[in-house]
């Protein structure tokens, strides 16, 4: 087992609890024992497209020991099924993901409750692109309190736009096991292929120009008024995305931990 429980592992194959995330339903993976004392983690990220959240979300899942669960993975996933895999609820969320809009919201709750086991896990989750919407929040809040669970903090990742723009056209991701890289930030050893597991890198549809403008003013109109949500809720943590990915990892590290 690697040193997070529910990384991805060197062959890119899923570990631990992003298998039950990926199948919903009742699987699920007992959790490894926790440092003590340190407690379970249970934090939702925010910021816009291409802000680094998912790099984020893998950096601090093996800092925190913490699933890192991401709804865009989960469209992605029904993206790679063929037309006959995919339930028609399915098929119109990749049909709205490909052009860069969001999934409707009922799509995207009824997925979230099938696989509320990673909510209630002992071993505390980071919620990754998920929720998008004020109604997305509302229902979160109601289904974690249906389960008497208590979130620990929201994290609000920011970043000038200009530097957003050159974060998300630099990006690549590897086709098998989803690790993100950067051109810049981040370039793989070998041009075109994953560190971990060899898979061939590629840009994700919603990261091409047009895809990223109607991202960028989803995200404008529908998620940014979260910040505001969860600041009343006393949750809101803002924090500086410029830098490195272990820079912003170290410095949310330690906002967190003194918290
Ligand atoms: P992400 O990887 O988080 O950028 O998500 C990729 C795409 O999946 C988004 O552009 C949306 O089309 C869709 N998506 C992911 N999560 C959500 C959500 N919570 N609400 C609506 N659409 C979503």
Redesign the pocket.
């Known amino acids: 087992m690697t040193k997070n429980r529910f990384a991805k592992r060197t062959d890119g194959s899923l570990a631990g609890g992003q298998t039950g995330w990926f199948q919903g339903g009742a699987s699920c993976f007992t959790p490894l024992a926790r440092p003590t004392p340190q407690p379970a983690w249970r934090i939702i990220l925010l910021g816009p ?1 291409g802000v680094g ?2 790099t984020q979300a893998e950096l601090l899942g093996e800092q925190l020991h913490t699933c890192h669960l ?7 996933a029904a993206k790679s099924l063929d037309e006959a895999g995919r339930s028609p609820a399915l098929r119109n ?1 990749v049909e ?2 490909k052009h ?6 009922e799509t ?1 709750l009824s997925l979230v409750r099938e696989r509320v086991h990673c909510l209630k896990c002992s071993g505390g989750f980071l919620l ?6 004020v109604a ?1 929040a509302e229902a979160l809040e109601k289904l974690l309190a249906a389960e008497q669970v208590h979130l620990s903090a929201v994290f609000n990742y920011d970043l000038p736009v200009e530097q957003i723009i050159s974060r998300v056209f630099g990006r690549l991701t590897c086709a098998q096991c989803k690790t993100v890289y950067h051109t810049a930030a981040r370039p793989p050893q070998v041009a075109g292929y994953c560190d971990k597991c060899g898979g061939k890198l590629f840009q ?1 549809d ?1 990261d091409q120009p047009a ?1 990223v403008k109607v ?1 960028m003013d ?1 995200y404008l109109n529908s998620t940014r008024p979260l910040i505001e949500f969860y600041r009343q809720r006393g949750l809101l943590l803002n924090i500086d995305a410029s830098g490195a990915p272990d820079q912003i990892c170290r410095r949310t590290c330690k906002l967190v931990l003194n918290r």
């Open positions: 497209p959240k998912g991401a709804t865009g993975d989960l469209f992605r969320a709205h993901m860069g809009e969001l999934v409707p919201d995207v990754d692109g998920f929720p998008r919407t997305q994700r919603d895809a991202r989803a």
